[in-house]
């Protein structure tokens, strides 16, 4: 008993602890990764417009990690892509960094914005979860780089 009392004291509780700080390092108060101020610094200028925040937003580390899983999703974001308000937000040259871009995030962001069906079938529904979870994270951390560069 005095053994396992020993093996919870020196090293369980230590453990998670670690486990917890090691986190906190990574990912800001939102619980955001902080790599995301590297990926949002050099797009943040005087000349921005408002059309381009959700391009931005949709480049965050976590929402590029969203994967489209079946032909479905995909048929459905091509008919996302298809409709002229959509196509008029989304990148029009290819440049380095928007060659290897996954543009489901900013399809799913953009479909939101203009209450577009396709986005509340349930096929969406983890994606949308995560995406309108984390969005409101980002845009804090994006104001935050922003009043960082002033």
């Known amino acids: 008993m005095l053994l396992f009392a020993f093996i919870i004291l020196l090293v369980i509780i230590p453990g998670l602890v670690y486990i917890n700080f090691v986190d906190s390092t990574k990912k800001d108060e939102g619980g955001v990764l902080l790599d995301n101020k590297r990926v949002f610094g050099p797009e943040v200028n005087e000349n921005m417009i408002n059309k381009n925040f959700p391009?931005?937003?949709s480049k965050s580390i976590e929402l590029q990690a969203l994967r489209s899983k079946s032909n479905k999703e995909v048929e459905l974001l091509r008919s996302l892509k298809d409709d002229e308000r959509i196509a008029e937000l989304l990148p029009k040259t290819i440049t380095k960094k928007t060659q290897n871009m996954n543009l489901k995030p900013l399809l799913?962001?953009?479909?939101?914005?203009f209450r577009k069906p396709e986005v509340k079938d349930p096929i969406f529904a983890e994606s949308m979860d995560e995406l309108l979870k984390l969005s409101p994270q980002h845009i804090s951390q994006l104001i935050s780089v922003t009043c960082e560069l002033q």
């Open 108 to 113: 799913l962001i953009l479909g939101h914005m």
């Open 55 to 57: 391009l931005l937003i």
